[in-house]
């Protein structure tokens, strides 16, 4: 019993060392800004989305110019899917430069449609998240959610991460 009782002198140090602790993070002690709060407005919704639906226009197009446009040079393209047995744990990952640049071998009548786009910023940061179906042939081929990350610079969106999984019929979740 008496390993279970704490010596005050412990109690307080370890009380001392949390408050140092959290007011070291900082996030803690700063209060969320009231715009932040209430979400982005319609207009810097808009300004995110503009540098998504360029990319997703371009890939349609399959015109690697165009989402060269839209795209930070040092991002990201990752993808989560079926592996070779049926797994639902293969990631593709590679430079999202790269990766656009395979979209002019992409089949001529491919589509992406997104479904419900949810937007959030904070200051230089939005991330957009969605439902989305691929189609190609005339029928879907995939279907999943994607994640766009942007950062601002110099006062224009630009995708620095995009990010997907996908859902076919015959793969089992892990």
Not at 3 to 14: D, G, H, L
Not at 22 to 47: D, Q, V
Request: hydrophobic content about 40%; glycine content about 10%; overall charge positive.
């Amino acid at each position: 019993m008496a390993n279970r009782k704490r010596r005050p002198s412990v109690r307080r140090a370890m009380i001392a060392l949390s408050a140092v602790a959290l007011a070291g993070c900082g996030g803690a002690s700063e209060p969320e800004p009231a715009a932040a709060a209430a979400g982005p407005s319609a207009e810097e919704k808009a300004a995110v989305l503009q540098p998504v639906n360029a990319f997703l226009d371009g890939a349609a197009r399959r015109d690697p110019a165009a989402l060269r446009a839209t795209i930070h040079p040092g991002g990201v393209a990752a993808g989560v899917g079926c592996g070779p047995t049926g797994q639902y744990n293969q990631l593709f990952a590679q430079p999202l430069a790269t990766y656009v640049e395979t979209v002019g071998s992409m089949p001529a009548d491919q589509r992406e449609r997104v479904f419900d786009p949810e937007v959030r910023i904070e200051r230089n940061l939005a991330t957009v998240w969605n439902r989305y179906e691929y189609s190609s042939g005339g029928r879907v081929r995939a279907a999943g959610y994607s994640s766009y990350q942007l950062v601002r610079v110099e006062g224009r969106w630009k995708i620095f991460n995009y990010s997907w999984s996908t859902r076919p019929q015959d793969c089992t979740p892990q």
